[in-house]
C-alpha cells in the first residue's frame, strides 16, 4: 500500500489566508505537495482525475490574489475543484469525497462559503459571475468576481449569451478560460477550429508571404520569425473573437507558471470592466498515464497509483455497453440510422459507433439545446435520429424537445442514459425527472426497460415507431440475464406480469421491477414490469383492478407527476376506486452516495418495498 505523500507546507494551509503567507518558492512547492496529495486522495475515493491536476497552480493563484470568499471564484462544471476544496479547509473530509453523507464531488453553497455556486452542468459560470458581479456594483463594492470556464464549456451557446450580456453590462467581470483542448470527449466545431480558419485566411497568409519576401535576405531573422509565428498566432488573434465581445483579451500564458499567473491575476484585478484571461493547461499534469490518456482518467474509480486506472468490468453488461452494441446492429440493419451525442461518446457507448459510421456519427459537443434540433432537421428530410443523451443535461433541451420534435410528431429516439440516482456524482446528475416532465408532452412514447433484453428490445421497439420516443434506463449494470442479439419489438404500451400473486399488484417500472419481484414473491404479491410509462397498458390495469384489492406502483423516479401519477389518473379516468400506494423519490434533491444506501434511504430497495407491502397487507 502506498504511503501518504509528505506534504508540509500544505499541512499548514486551513484556509486560503494561509497561502497568502507563502512566498513564490515555497507557492511552487506547494503546488508540487497538492498535485501529490490530489493523486493519493482520488486513488482512495475515485472521482474525477485529470482535469484536477490540470489546474493546481491555477487554484493556487487564484486564491492567492483574490480575497476569497469575498471575492467570488465561480468555477465551471466542477470537475476541476478538489485543490480548491483542499485549499479551503476540506481537506479532512476528501477520504469521503463523493460517498454517502461526504464531500460534493462539485462546488456547494450549503458546503463551504468558498463555494460560490452549485456547478455540475457546464457553461453556467460566466452567466452566474455576471450576476454576482452586478450585485457587487450596486451594493457598492469593489469586490471582483471571477469565473473559471474550459474551452470545451466555452462551446456551449449559454457561454455566448453571457460574453454578449457581459460586455454590454460592462461590469467588473474576470472570466479566465482554462484551455486544455479538450473538455471529457475531444472538442468539436467550429469554435475549436477558429484559429485555423482566421490564421489561414486570405489576408493573413498575403502579409506571411510578403514578410517571408523580405526576411528571406535576412536568414537569422527569418529563422526567428518563423519559430515565433505559432506563438504570435495565439498571441494575438484569438482576442479578436472576444474583444467583439467587449473583452479586453490577454494570453494565452501557460497555466502551469506560477509567477506568470500570480502577476497576471493581480494586473487584471485592479483593472475596470470585463477582462479574460486565456491560460493554457495540460489535463492529467503530474500523473504520467493521465497526461498520455486524459480522457480515459476524465473520471476514475479506485486504483493504485503505481499501476494505474483500470476500468471495472464484468460479466453483465452496462445498460450503457447494451446500447452501443445495439447501436450498431440497428445501424446495419438500416442504413438511415444516424447517431448524436452532445460531448458524451464514451460516457454513452458510441465510441465503437463513431469509429464504424463517421459519415453518421455527430458530436456536436456541449450544445443540447442544438442536438435535438439538429435531430429534428435530420428526422423532417427522412433521416432516423438516435440521440444518446443522460437524463440530467436532457432538462437542458426541455423545448426543443417539445417544440422543435413532438409538436412536429418527428421519429427521434431519445436513449437516455443515467435515469434515477447516480451515485457519486449526486444531485447534479441524478435524473429524477425525465419521466414526470416526459409524459406530460403529447406524441412522445417513453420506455423503461427492466434489464438488458429488455432495455435492447425497447430501443428497437420505439426505433421503428414512427414518432418521438424516449427509452430510459439507469447507470450500471441491471439483473443477470441473456442479452439477446436479434432486433424484435415488442407492441407499443403492453405491460407483461412477471409473478403472479394475490391480494397487491405491484406495477413495476424500469430499475425497480427487480426489486420489486424479491419483495412481491416474500408476500405472494403479484408484479407487472409495465415497461412503458406512455402509453400505459390500460386494458392490463384496469384487469389488475378485479383481480387484486390495491395497487402499488414503484419507480425510481420523482413522485410528482411520475409513472404512479400517470397510473391514478387512469384509474380515475376509467372510474376505478381501487386503492393505490405510490412509492418513488421524494420530493428532495438526494444527496451523493452509494447507489443502494441512497435507494435503500428511499424505500425504494427490495427491503424497503416489502416493508410497505406488509404494511399494506396488514
Known sequence: MMTAPVTPLLDGIASPADLRK???????????????????????????????????????????????????????????????????????????????????GFPKREESPYDSFIAGHSSTSISAALGMAIA????????????????????AGMAFEALNNAGAADANLIVV??????????????????????????????????????????????????????????????????????????????????PTLITTLANLKKLDGPQLLHVVTKKGKGYAPAETDPTRYHGVGKFKVEAGFEAATGNQPTYTEVFGQWLLDQAAADPQLYAITPAMS?????????????????????????ALTFAAGLACEGIKPVVAIYSTFLQRAYDQLIHDIALQNLPVLLAIDRGGLVGADGPTHAGAFD???????????????????????????????????????????????????????????????????????????????????????????TVVDMRFVKPLD??????????????????????????????????????IDTPILHLGLPDRFIEQGDPQILLARCGLDAAGIEKHLRALLD
Open 22 to 104: 507563502l512566498n513564490l518558492d515555497e507557492l511552487k512547492a506547494l503546488a508540487g505537495e497538492l498535485r501529490n496529495d490530489i493523486i493519493h486522495s482520488v486513488s482512495k475515493t475515485g472521482g474525477h482525475f485529470a482535469s484536477n491536476l490540470g489546474v493546481i497552480e491555477l487554484t493556487i493563484a487564484l486564491h492567492r490574489v483574490f480575497d476569497t470568499p469575498d471575492e467570488r471564484l465561480v468555477w465551471d462544471v466542477g470537475h476541476q475543484t478538489y485543490a480548491h476544496k483542499i485549499l479551503t479547509g476540506r481537506r479532512s473530509r476528501m477520504a469521503t469525497l463523493r460517498q454517502t453523507d461526504g464531500l460534493s
Open 136 to 155: 457587487a456594483r450596486r451594493a457598492g463594492s469593489n469586490r471582483r468576481t471571477v469565473a473559471i470556464i474550459g474551452d470545451g464549456a466555452l462551446s
Open 177 to 258: 478560460l482554462n484551455d486544455n483542448e479538450m473538455s471529457i470527449s475531444n472538442n468539436v466545431g467550429a469554435l475549436s477550429n477558429y484559429l485555423t480558419r482566421l490564421l489561414s485566411g486570405r489576408f493573413y497568409n498575403s502579409m506571411r508571404r510578403q514578410g517571408e519576401k523580405i526576411l528571406a535576405t535576412m536568414p537569422p531573422l527569418y529563422e526567428l520569425a518563423r519559430r515565433a509565428e505559432e506563438h504570435m498566432k495565439g498571441m494575438v488573434t484569438p482576442s479578436t473573437l472576444f474583444e467583439e465581445f467587449g473583452f479586453n483579451y490577454y494570453g494565452p500564458i501557460d497555466g502551469h507558471d506560477l
Open 346 to 370: 464514451e460516457g454513452s457507448g458510441m465510441v465503437a459507433f463513431a469509429e464504424r459510421h463517421p459519415d453518421r456519427y455527430f458530436d456536436v459537443g456541449i450544445a443540447e439545446q442544438h
Open 435 to 525: 419521466l414526470s416532465f416526459l409524459r406530460c408532452i403529447p406524441n412522445m412514447v417513453i420506455a423503461a426497460p427492466s434489464d438488458a433484453a429488455e432495455c435492447r428490445c425497447l430501443l428497437s421497439t420505439c426505433y421503428q415507431y414512427p414518432g418521438p420516443t424516449a427509452v430510459r434506463y439507469p447507470r450500471g449494470a441491471g439483473p443477470a440475464v441473456e442479452t439477446p442479439t436479434d432486433l424484435d419489438t415488442v407492441p407499443i404500451g403492453k405491460g407483461i406480469v412477471r409473478h403472479h400473486g394475490e391480494g397487491i399488484a405491484v406495477l413495476a417500472f424500469g430499475s425497480r421491477v427487480a426489486a420489486a419481484l424479491t419483495a412481491a414473491t416474500a408476500v405472494n404479491a
Open 538 to 575: 390500460i386494458n392490463l390495469i384496469h384487469a389488475l383492478t378485479e383481480t387484486h384489492r390495491a395497487l402499488v406502483t414503484v419507480e425510481e423516479n420523482s413522485l410528482a407527476g411520475g409513472a404512479g401519477s400517470a397510473v391514478a389518473e387512469a384509474l380515475i379516468e376509467m372510474g
